[in-house]
């Protein structure tokens, strides 16, 4: 079991139980979206980006315009990165024990930018291959312009945290049990669905097949029932 180092900044001071310092729940947590909130400081302002990314061996890479303020100043600056997923809305008995069922990590560290084009390259394929697998392989890839005009980022996945929680309410054994409310989990699923096609296109043209087999398909991997 590999564990990752524990720093100032991820350790785990309220709920520790709820806490990991685990490499293999953060790969968990980053495997099962693509999208995080980049926090970053600008001009003294804090500022928190949704932006897409991808993962790659100990990298995390973060993708953007050239013209994006919050990825202009990354580099010069500790950053946070957090990815979130929602599984479910925890209704107990009082509302004070109310809460929510979730996967959360948090990576900081100071960001570097990519401009070695093979590993620009490398980084938006991971991109692409987080958002849609076999996308990378189907699609045009970018131009030297394009590549011009995309700014990426990598940022080592060295110090990072992740807390989850699940299960029912935690006032089951509490004189609250007694007012005879109900109280459970009320889960939240997000499922790809069918594939829109493009309505300029001609109906000879059809969506290729790894794009067909995400349909029904949660974002954490599991078939819809």
Do not use: I
Not at 64 to 89: E, F, I, K, M, Y
Not at 195 to 207: H, I, K, N, R
Request: charged share 20%; net charge negative; hydrophobic share 40%.
């Amino acid at each position: 079991m590999t564990y990752l180092q524990v720093t100032e900044r991820t350790t785990l001071r309220r709920m520790r139980e709820k806490g990991s310092h685990r490499r293999a729940d953060l790969d968990a947590v980053l495997a099962a979206g693509f999208l995080c909130h980049l926090g970053v400081s600008v001009d003294g302002t804090p500022m928190v980006v949704p932006t897409a990314y991808g993962v790659a061996d100990d990298t995390l890479y973060l993708h953007g315009s050239v013209a994006s303020r919050s990825l202009v100043q990354a580099p010069d600056a500790t950053v946070c990165v957090t990815v979130t997923h929602v599984d479910g809305l925890v209704l107990a008995r009082s509302v004070f024990e109310h809460g929510v069922n979730y996967r959360c990590a948090m990576v900081y560290g100071v960001p570097r930018v990519v401009t070695d084009p093979d590993e620009k390259l490398l980084g938006l394929r991971a991109l692409t291959e987080q958002c849609a697998p076999g996308q990378w392989d189907y699609a045009r890839r970018p131009s030297r312009k394009e590549l011009a005009a995309t700014s990426l980022l990598a940022l080592d996945l060295t110090e990072a945290s992740v807390k989850t929680r699940s299960g029912p309410p935690d006032d089951g054994d509490s004189p609250d049990a007694e007012l005879g409310l109900w109280a459970g989990v009320l889960p939240v699923t997000t499922a790809w669905g069918a594939p829109v096609t493009d309505p300029v296109l001609g109906p000879d043209v059809q969506p290729p097949a790894h794009v067909l087999a995400r349909a029904g398909e949660r974002l954490d991997g599991v078939r819809g029932g």
